[in-house]
């Protein structure tokens, strides 16, 4: 019997073992402490194939050092992604694709096809974007869960073609979408756009006030352009079709909190500079950016303790980032800027009065 008891056990622990990782579990996003790993491959390859259409994968390897202090190495390929920046940056931003198998028990455990933000060009000011846009992700990730996962790495590019000098860089990976839909329990939409009406009102007003303080126009959580999925730099999560739909903001590059030296606001917009906030926010039903900006104010030290204890920026980084946040946090502390500069500019007030007349009065 006991014998038996055993066995049942043995059969238990093997199969724990080989189930796969919960979204939520995976190991790579469990810390915010900054990894430091060594990427060796023909680089120089992929980045010649950035203006391609058609982009192959480059064998490499990926080494790390784990959380015993010890070198773990993996294979991994890589090749140019990205749309904008892929065309734009001499480095182009690469996508690591690991195998699923090798990296059962690790650190990378439950990864496959990772995205890799790195530095454009090879300079400290570069450099400083990125990490400033690091920073924005996880201000969004200290406002709501509906938000993707980010884990800063101190990454050593060797080009095993020995076309390109060796260099280090502070870059960040993101959360896979299908990964953070799991954690959610929600689906990612493929739909060509989203109605005014479909909306989850409080969801959008946060995701929609957290663009307002890093001074982000270049998104839409509406549409996005002919023949790609809904919608512009907003991913679309949702229970199913029929539910109310979640917007989850990504790339902040062209925000004023970043500050790259090729973002522009949207050409409609009566602002020069991204540096210069402009709600573009949708209109919402009474007491919904209410509770938003209440949500907000109750984040604010939170924020501001991020950006203080991040070592990756230098002390004028992070004066200058904690001055931009300041500015966004006056603006709702003192009533008439925020009925101003907020309230009044919201959009689309004539579709949520023909959304509340229905509510109200279906036929």
Not at 82 to 111: E, H, I, W
Not at 302 to 320: A, M, P, Y
Not at 325 to 335: A, M, S
Request: glycine share 4%.
């Amino acid at each position: 019997m006991l014998a038996g008891i055993r066995n049942l056990l043995v059969t238990a622990l093997l199969l724990t073992a080989n189930m796969p990782l919960l979204a939520e579990e995976l190991p790579l996003f469990q810390q915010d402490e900054i990894l430091k790993a060594v990427l060796t491959a023909p680089i120089s390859q992929a980045y010649a194939q950035k203006g391609q259409k058609a982009r192959i994968y480059h064998p490499g390897q990926w080494s790390y050092i784990d959380e015993d202090g010890e070198t773990a190495k993996l294979d991994v390929s890589i090749r140019a992604r990205g749309n904008f920046r892929r065309m734009y940056c001499d480095l182009a931003p690469l996508q690591l694709n690991f195998k699923k198998s090798q990296v059962k028990g690790t650190l990378f455990a439950g990864q496959n096809k990772v995205k890799l933000v790195a530095p454009c060009f090879d300079t400290p000011s570069f450099q400083r974007y990125v990490v400033l846009e690091y920073v924005a992700y996880r201000i969004l990730g200290i406002l709501t869960d509906h938000s993707y996962r980010t884990r800063l790495i101190r990454l050593s590019y060797v080009d095993s073609d020995e076309n390109l000098k060796p260099r280090t860089s502070v870059v960040f990976v993101i959360e896979e979408d299908a990964d953070m839909a799991e954690r959610l329990g929600l689906e990612r939409m493929k739909v060509p756009r989203v109605r005014f009406d479909e909306l989850d009102r409080e969801k959008t007003a946060v995701a929609e006030l957290f663009q307002l303080l890093i001074g982000n126009n270049d998104y839409s959580v509406l549409k996005t352009s002919a023949g790609e999925d809904c919608c512009h730099n907003s991913d679309v999560l949702a229970v199913d079709e029929a539910d109310l739909k979640i917007p989850i903001p990504f790339d902040f590059d062209f925000s004023g909190l970043v500050d790259a030296p090729y973002a522009a606001p949207p050409s409609h917009l009566p602002i020069e500079e991204v540096r210069h906030r402009y709600y573009t926010g949708l209109c919402h039903p009474d007491g919904v950016l209410d509770d938003a900006i209440v949500h907000f104010q109750s984040k604010r030290e939170e924020i501001f303790s991020l950006i203080e204890n991040l070592k990756e920026l230098s002390d004028r980084g992070r004066r200058d980032a904690r001055y931009y946040v300041e500015n966004f946090y006056d603006i709702l502390d003192k009533p008439k800027r925020l009925q101003k500069e907020v309230y009044e500019r919201c959009r689309g007030g004539h579709l949520l009065k023909a959304m509340e007349k229905r509510a109200t009065d279906p036929t």
